[in-house]
């Protein structure tokens, strides 16, 4: 086992659950009906109340019109071989997690239908309708390898795990705001060129409105804020700005002034909570002078759909590329996974939930150094990663479990990764965030951290991103006399001092 796994993984994990929309091809191809959840209790109703019609009804595997033990052991005899269990005409109806393929995962996604545990299949819940376009969907994977490659540059030989959905969210929240070669920059590294930002909006507000609707073993909850500085006036932040964000985004908006103390602390609060207490510090203190904060937040936990055996956990040698030796607790399964390789990898499907999300696992050729393979990979890539995965009967599988808390430069700041990217107008004196705030503001840096836990169970993740926005050097200057001063009367005329002193408490008299 080499130490090239734990890399991929952090690649992967945030990839697959957050841009993967292969599950949702098939709904281009058919149209969708709702089953009746009194079929799933009764077997032998006398009416067909599901029309078949020009439509799948999924589970239905033999043409009867209901969903039942019936098509359980179909599907239960076509994943244990059988391939002629029903035929062609209903793999599609098979294909219960919208996969593409008939697997293990359909098998259990229709006994828990049928015991009404499930009261809908995940493929039904992912109809494309008029939700996420294509160039969005690209857009952001593309930009989750862009980022993901440039910090894996600067970080060889370190565990790395990154957020690239929290990352691109925090910064579509900005892009309501940026104009001119800002919003050039940021179209650009964004992956969203070919989008005008009503699709960019629209499929935001989908992605998010369908990441509410998992199932109670997977969870995936993204919170938004934006925080103004009240002692900069009551309105340097636009309406149209936050009202845009708080339909799109679900974006909380408070005024707080920035001077007083305690603001971080609230602020830390707030991600606290929002990571489910992953992550609870980001900020040591808020600059009175700082025009606000843009943050975006993540918490994710997934239970596998089929959870390693503990009892077979146990220690094993890690080997990292230099040849050094560490001992990690190694989880262990064998049989029925899927499974693919191809030129210069190995890889792994490990399903959380009903299959909705997916943990990719990928694991280099063991001559192939970790970043040279990372930094190879492109959607081209991605996509036959995923496609050369099939169900195996016979795989053995063995993940280290691991913990992984990551800031870049242990202070967090993607501000020179970004740049790297194309970014760099919005960071400079002369960004135009017009869109926002009358007055002249830049990005003071984004700040990124993420936590990840994989164990036996299954795993559970968070990440945060913080946007302060800043003031530009033609900002009006502020005086705020909140804290200890000196004072002088002098004559001008003259430059006569007639009196000093220094203000060291507030207990003087009002």
Request: aromatic residues 10%.
């Amino acid at each position: 086992m080499s130490k090239k796994i734990v890399y991929v993984i952090i690649l992967t994990l945030l990839s697959s659950l957050l841009f993967a929309t292969n599950t949702l091809a098939y709904g281009d191809q058919a149209s969708y009906q709702q089953l009746n959840s009194d079929l799933i209790a009764t077997e032998n109703k006398s009416e067909n109340l599901l029309q078949k019609t020009n439509s799948v009804v999924f589970g239905d595997l033999n043409g009867d019109g209901f969903v039942n033990s019936l098509d359980y052991t179909l599907i239960k005899r076509y994943v244990l071989g059988e391939p002629n269990s029903f035929t062609e005409d209903y793999i599609i109806a098979a294909d219960l997690n919208g996969d593409k393929y008939v697997s293990s995962t359909d098998c259990a996604l229709l006994k828990r239908y049928i015991l009404d545990i499930l009261q809908q299949f995940p493929v039904e819940a992912q109809k494309p309708t008029e939700g996420i376009s294509d160039g969005f969907i690209e857009g952001n994977s593309k930009f989750a390898f862009d980022i993901f490659k440039e910090i894996s540059k600067d970080e060889e030989g370190e565990n790395i795990f990154i957020s690239p959905f929290c990352i691109s969210t925090a910064l579509s929240i900005l892009y309501q705001g940026a104009g001119s070669d800002t919003k050039e920059e940021m179209t650009k590294v964004l992956g969203y060129e070919s989008l005008e930002i009503a699709e960019v909006n629209k499929s935001y507000k989908y992605l998010l409105n369908y990441f509410n609707q998992l199932t109670e073993d997977v969870k995936l909850k993204n919170s938004n804020s934006i925080w103004i500085n009240s002692l900069l006036g009551d309105n340097i932040i636009k309406a149209d700005f936050i009202s845009t964000n708080q339909d799109v985004f679900n974006t909380l908006v408070e005024s707080r002034d920035f001077s007083e103390e305690g603001i971080a602390d609230e602020i830390n609060n707030w991600i606290s909570e929002a990571t489910e207490g992953k992550i609870d510090k980001m900020l040591d203190k808020v600059p009175a002078e700082m025009l606000s904060y843009i943050i975006s937040a993540v918490y994710f936990k997934g239970i596998w759909t089929e959870e390693f055996d503990a009892d077979r956990t146990d220690i094993s040698r890690f080997y990292d590329e230099d040849g050094n030796t560490e001992n990690v607790m190694m989880m262990a399964k064998e049989g029925e996974l899927e499974y693919g390789e191809g030129d210069g990898y190995k890889a792994v499907k490990l399903p959380y939930g009903d299959g909705e999300m997916t943990m990719y696992c990928i694991l280099p050729d063991e001559n192939t150094p970790i970043n040279d393979f990372i930094q190879n990979i492109d959607l081209l890539k991605w996509n036959e990663i995923k496609n050369s995965i099939s169900k195996n009967d016979d795989v053995l599988l063995k993940l280290p479990r691991f913990k992984i808390e990551y800031a870049k430069d242990n202070s967090g700041s993607l501000k020179e990764s970004l740049k790297a990217l194309g970014m760099k107008k919005a960071f400079e004196d002369d960004a135009d965030l017009s869109g926002m705030s009358d007055i002249s503001a830049l990005v003071d840096d984004v700040l990124h951290k993420a936590v990840v836990e994989v164990n036996e169970k299954g795993t559970e993740a968070a990440g945060v991103v913080i946007i302060p926005i800043g003031p530009t050097s033609v900002l009006r200057p502020t005086f705020i006399a909140n804290r200890p001063f000196v004072f002088v009367i002098a004559d001008e005329e003259y430059d006569t001092i007639l009196f000093m002193g220094k203000v060291c408490n507030g207990s003087f008299d009002n």
